[in-house]
């Protein structure tokens, strides 16, 4: 007999994705050129050529095993070191290279690291908005997740509610900044009074509560935006990082857990996870991306053309009356409709070719997410398209 928990998530798939699968059915139909597609966060600028360049010179001058053969269940040592001393450059910290653990992209280290931290029964609180796939990652650990209502005025964290949820049950707090819908950057204030809060209930509970921060947009910040390196203020922190974002790799899927030096059991957290994949069926990525990506770090494709797209979105929104807090980073942002029903307001928007995302599986029912991750020229285009869809759809 088949499992009857994942015949019954066939009947609840990605919204996101659905909408993605009939941009795609509508570009055939219409050509692509003419489907304002803001529905799949795809990174849309080039690789950087260094990377392209440094993968042919593996290909052609290093032992095929090496770049071919199985990495260690950690990752390649020597890929971990560099990964170590990079983030110690660049945030101060004192990682090596028993703190990093490799992973098939950001989704394979929150995976990972929930399991870590957790047991069954336990609970994970995150913060809305949040990525659906949050549900996924936490509950099919056997953990429980639990959602903090938004604080929809600037998409801080709201302590209010936050505080109601903490219990001893408690082991984890699951962050996302830069946030994927809202674009939203948590400041350092917010990640202090967070840490202030934990390090509270880790005395009056007496146990850990670890946070796990999932960074796969750490990159993608704007100018004069504040973004804190989340375990430079808490310990207990594991960061959840994906090059997907900052090197236009997504399907290369190469991350990384990083245990924070200071965290408990530090040391054990990657070897944990590596016991961890025997369970899930997770290897390593391949042993190519490793090295490659090792040889380059750092770099970054051209990310200026976000900051571009969400400067004349976030304008054209003002100007059509959206009430829409400004993104400080990411390639999202997060407008509220002008109807209560988000779903019903882009099922309308479909009529003008425009692929919007309702955010009720984000936790935020009565918003929408805008992936503008495609070329400027298109995007100019699809403000046309909006100031169309807002003037016939609802008189403004």
């Known amino acids: ?99 990093i653990f490799m992973t098939t992209g950001a989704a394979g280290a929150v995976a990972h690291a929930a399991r870590a931290v957790t047991q069954p029964g336990d609970e994970v609180i995150t913060f809305a908005p949040y990525f659906p796939e949050y549900n996924h990652y936490i509950n099919q650990t056997g953990a429980v997740l639990k959602v903090v209502p938004a604080d929809t005025k600037q998409f801080q964290i709201n302590f209010d509610e936050f505080e109601r949820l903490l219990n001893p049950k408690t082991m984890a707090v699951l962050i996302n900044t830069p946030n994927n819908p809202s674009g939203t950057v948590y400041s350092t204030e917010t990640i202090r009074r967070l840490a202030a809060v934990l390090e509270e209930k880790q005395r009056e509970y007496g146990h850990d509560i670890f946070i796990i921060s999932d960074e796969p947009y750490r990159d993608i910040i704007f100018e004069g935006v504040d973004s804190p390196y989340v375990s430079k203020f808490y310990d207990n922190t594991l960061s959840c990082y994906s090059f997907a974002k900052s090197l236009s790799i997504p399907g290369e899927r190469l991350g990384y857990v990083a245990a924070n030096p200071k965290c408990t059991d530090s040391g054990l957290i990657s070897a944990m996870c590596a016991q961890i994949s025997r369970g899930i069926g997770h290897n390593c990525p391949p042993s190519l991306i490793q090295i490659a990506v090792a040889e380059v770090l750092g770099l970054t494709s051209d990310l200026s053309v976000y900051e571009t797209n969400m400067n004349i979105i976030y304008d054209t929104l003002v100007d059509l009356g959206f009430e829409v807090v400004k993104p400080g980073g990411t390639f999202y942002i997060f407008p509220k409709a002008l109807e209560e029903d988000a779903e019903s307001f882009c099922k309308k928007a479909m009529k003008y070719d425009l692929v919007l995302v309702p955010a009720d599986t984000f936790g935020c029912p009565g918003y929408f997410r805008m992936a503008y991750c495609i070329e400027t020229e298109k995007v100019e285009r699809a403000m046309e398209a909006l100031r169309r869809f807002v003037r016939m759809e609802y008189g403004k």
């Open 1 to 99: 007999m088949v499992s009857q928990e994942y015949k019954d998530m066939l009947g609840a798939k990605s919204v996101i994705r659905e909408l993605s699968e009939w941009g795609g059915r509508r570009a055939r139909e219409i050509g692509a050129q003419n489907v304002f597609d803001f529905s799949l966060g795809n990174p849309s600028v080039p690789v950087p050529q260094q990377l392209t360049d440094k993968m042919i010179e593996l290909l052609q001058t290093r032992d095929t095993m090496e770049l071919h053969g199985y990495s260690q269940s950690q990752g390649i040592v020597a890929v971990r070191e560099k990964f170590a001393g990079y983030l110690n450059k660049t945030f101060g910290m004192d990682y090596t290279a028993e703190h």
